[in-house]
């Protein structure tokens, strides 16, 4: 059940982390961010005339009505394009909009470092810091994309307060696919994050599990004093004892005998048969 886990793991990390990089790099290489529309409204019959109509996205703003119809422009971030839009409203959408643009960058740069990362630790999984490291950058992947998205919908909702109520004018705007696309890239890059931390978690458990103890590599003394391993060495034994001789024994007889008063000769005699 672990090792099935740890692959279930395996392939929805790099499953979550692959979709997360080819959304959001659609998503950044696509003008579909957002859509806008405004004209004026004919007060007889009540109907509306499309004055612009347009489609932007991170590098490029493309017409679809209006006098620029046909015609795709880049965008300029030091510079103003030369185009002609209907109110200063809506060229001071596509103004702020652009300091969005380095958020989603960072993104993609860090979710394709850790869809790297992820894939090595898969090939190589004894390396088990990579699963780690391949979650923080799926995290801060997603942090970072999540930041532009709100910087994105912020500026958009500031001129759109700002905009003047005339009845006889209209404007709308939503956000396009290309958005809908870096805002699942978000959840699914975190997705990815999560399963890979979690998977380093595992693997470390596992690894920790199944390793040797380290007092099985020496050993071990015992507790109960310094000293014990010190009888091991022949340098430590006593010297042998030499066996004695029958004339020596003897002798030592006839001494203790002489000294020994008469009336404790024969239990003297008695204890020394004894002993030999």
């Known amino acids: 059940m672990s090792s099935f886990s740890t692959r279930a793991l395996t392939l929805l990390s790099s499953v979550f982390g692959a979709c997360g990089l080819l959304l959001v790099g659609v998503a950044v290489s696509t003008d579909y961010w957002l859509l806008m529309e405004e004209g004026i409204v004919l007060q007889q019959n009540q109907t509306t005339e499309v004055k612009m109509a347009l489609h932007s996205g991170l ?72 699963a780690f490291v391949s979650g923080i950058f799926f995290i801060l992947s997603g942090l970072s994309l999540v930041v532009g998205l709100v910087l994105y919908i912020s500026s958009i909702n500031d001129e759109v307060m700002n905009r003047p109520r005339e009845p006889e004018q209209f404007f709308h705007y939503h956000y396009g696919w290309s958005f809908a696309f870096a805002a699942s890239s978000f959840l699914l890059k975190e997705g990815a994050g999560v399963m890979s931390v979690y998977l380093f978690m595992k693997r470390y458990a596992e690894e920790e599990l199944y390793r040797p103890h380290p007092a099985l590599y020496r050993p071990r003394m015992s507790d109960c004093s310094d000293y014990s391993g010190q009888f091991l060495h022949p340098d430590s034994w006593p010297p042998p004892q030499r066996g004695r001789s029958a004339s020596d024994v003897s002798s030592d007889i006839s001494i203790q005998l002489n000294q020994t008063p008469p009336q404790h000769k024969h239990l003297l005699l008695s204890t020394m048969f004894l002993r030999i």
């Open 59 to 130: 590098w490029r703003v493309c017409f679809v009505a209006g006098p620029e119809k046909g015609r795709c422009v880049a965008s300029e971030y030091f510079t103003e394009p030369e185009i002609e839009i209907t109110t200063e409203n809506t060229a001071n959408i596509l103004k702020m909009v652009r300091t969005a643009t380095p958020f989603p960058m960072i993104s993609l740069l860090f979710v394709f470092t850790a869809f790297v990362i992820s894939n090595i630790g898969h090939i190589r999984p004894q390396r088990t810091i990579l």
